[in-house]
C-alpha cells in the first residue's frame, strides 16, 4: 500500500516581518546578486535584490527609506512569497507615519 500525503510551507516572513516592510520574491527563481549589506541604510527606491527566474530578472527595491535586514544571500533558490528581506523605516520616517495615524484619528 502506497500512501501520499501533501505538506504545504508558508514562506512568508511570518510574525517577524508583520510590522515591517519587507520585500518578498514575486516568483520560484534564484537571488543572482544582493545590492544592500545587512543592516545597511537604504533609501527609498534603492535596489536591494535581484531574483532571477527563467532568465527574467526581478529588481526588488525598498518601499521605505530605513536599515534593511537580508534574509537571502547569492545563489539561493527561492520559493514565490518568501520573504528575502524586511526593512526597519528610518526614524523620522516612523515619526512622521505615527503623527500621520494619531490626525486621521482626530
Same mark, same amino acid.
Given at each position: 500500500? #502506497?500512501?501520499?500525503?501533501?505538506? =504545504?510551507?508558508? @514562506?512568508?516572513?511570518?510574525?517577524?516581518?508583520?510590522?515591517?516592510? @519587507?520585500?518578498?520574491?514575486?516568483?520560484?527563481?534564484?537571488?543572482? #546578486?544582493?545590492?544592500?549589506?545587512?543592516?545597511?541604510?537604504?533609501?527609498?527606491?534603492?535596489?536591494?535584490?535581484?531574483?532571477?527566474?527563467?532568465?527574467?530578472?526581478?529588481?526588488? =527595491?525598498?518601499?521605505?527609506?530605513?536599515?534593511?535586514?537580508? @534574509?537571502?544571500?547569492?545563489?539561493?533558490?527561492?520559493? =514565490?512569497?518568501?520573504?528575502?528581506?524586511?526593512?526597519?523605516?528610518?526614524?523620522?520616517?516612523?515619526?512622521?507615519?505615527?503623527?500621520?495615524?494619531?490626525?486621521?484619528?482626530?
Amino acid at each position: 500500500m #502506497l500512501e501520499v500525503s501533501v505538506a =504545504r510551507v508558508a @514562506h512568508g516572513g511570518g510574525a517577524a516581518a508583520a510590522g515591517e516592510p @519587507h520585500l518578498d520574491s514575486p516568483m520560484p527563481g534564484t537571488v543572482v #546578486l544582493v545590492h544592500a549589506a545587512d543592516g545597511q541604510q537604504v533609501a527609498e527606491g534603492d535596489p536591494v535584490l535581484v531574483v532571477e527566474a527563467m532568465k527574467m530578472e526581478h529588481v526588488l =527595491r525598498a518601499g521605505v527609506a530605513g536599515t534593511v535586514h537580508v @534574509h537571502a544571500a547569492q545563489g539561493d533558490t527561492v520559493a =514565490r512569497g518568501q520573504t528575502l528581506a524586511t526593512i526597519t523605516p528610518a526614524a523620522d520616517e516612523a515619526t512622521r507615519t505615527g503623527s500621520r495615524i494619531e490626525e486621521e484619528r482626530r
